[in-house]
Each structure stands twice: as structure tokens, then as C-alpha cells.
């Protein structure tokens, strides 16, 4: 309860101070979300985010029911090895077959985490005077784009999962 009181009375709302306090000022919010939507560089990092994040999104959708088909497993066992995934891959469940795909699986997804993470380590870097609008482009282009590649790869596709899986 003291904590929500200390955030109500000594937060700041944005780099630059308090929203009300800048509008009052003099500082124009929509030249600064203008400034924002003209900057070449946010749009980079949302189509960056789009594809490296909305791959892994749609790996968490279509994962499970991948090795559910591929290796036979029952459903259940099939959700929890697409759950390490998710989980950046600290639990997995290697045995027989399924050791090399797990394998794989891991080292995918440790390598896709630290593209998302490092696009969004530089959004700080673009645009500090629209830095929230910057951030919120490149968190909407991930879901953007696994929205645009679940359609792309898995949804009215001529590719089996395993095809698209390969072709993402």
C-alpha cells in the first residue's frame, strides 16, 4: 500500500518530467508524436521485432501440435516440451528421438530470444524525444508480424507445419 502511495506522489510519468507539467509548458504533444511516426529508425525496429518476435509467437502457437503429429507423443507431453520453448528453454525433456529436435529447439530459441532482446535494447538509442511511441511500434510490429507469419506459413497454407516451420 506504501508503495502504490510512493509511486502516486514521486513518479514521473515521462523521461522529460510530468505529462500535464510539459503540456502546461508549452510542449507540444502531437509534434512529438509526429516526430515519432516520421523517424526511419522506429520503423526499422518494428519491422526488426516484427520478424524476429512474431516467429517466435507463432513457434509458441504451432510447437505443441508439431511434435503432437511428428513424434506421435500424447498431448499432453507433446504442451510440455513446447513449454520449455516458451520458457527459454530452462526445462526440456530430451529423450530417444526427440533428443536432436529438442536440441535444436533450444538453441533456436536462445538464439531468437537475444535477437528480440537486442532490438529492443536500442529503442532507447533512437529517439529519446519519442521514446514511448518508438517502444510501443516495435512491441506492436512483434505481434504485427506473428500475426503475418502465422497467416503467411500455417493458415491456408500449401505447407505442412514441418515445411513452414523450415521456411520461417
Known amino acids: 500500500m ?89 526445462i526440456s525433456r530430451p529423450g530417444g528421438d526427440l533428443g536432436g529436435s529438442i536440441v535444436v529447439m533450444i538453441l533456436f530459441s536462445f538464439f531468437g530470444q537475444a535477437a528480440y532482446s537486442l532490438t529492443f535494447g536500442v529503442v532507447p538509442f533512437v529517439s529519446i524525444r519519442s521514446l514511448g511511441l518508438i517502444s510501443g511500434m516495435t512491441g506492436g510490429g512483434g505481434n504485427v508480424g506473428a500475426v503475418i507469419t502465422q497467416l503467411a506459413f500455417f493458415k491456408r497454407s500449401k505447407f505442412s507445419k514441418e515445411t513452414g516451420i523450415t521456411y520461417m
Not at 510539459?22 to 529508425?41: A, D, K
Request: hydrophobic share 45%; with cysteine; charged share 15%.
Open 2 to 90: 506504501m508503495t502504490t502511495f510512493a509511486i502516486l506522489i514521486f513518479d514521473q510519468d515521462l523521461p522529460n518530467g510530468n505529462f500535464r507539467r510539459l503540456e502546461n509548458s508549452g510542449n507540444q504533444i502531437p509534434q512529438i508524436l509526429f516526430h515519432g511516426v516520421r523517424n526511419y529508425r522506429g520503423w526499422i525496429l518494428a519491422l526488426t521485432y516484427g520478424y524476429c518476435f512474431g516467429v517466435k509467437l507463432t513457434v509458441d502457437n504451432v510447437i505443441a501440435e508439431y511434435f503432437y503429429d511428428r513424434f506421435n507423443l500424447d498431448l499432453q507431453t507433446a504442451g510440455m516440451i513446447a513449454a520449455s520453448f516458451g520458457l527459454a528453454n530452462l
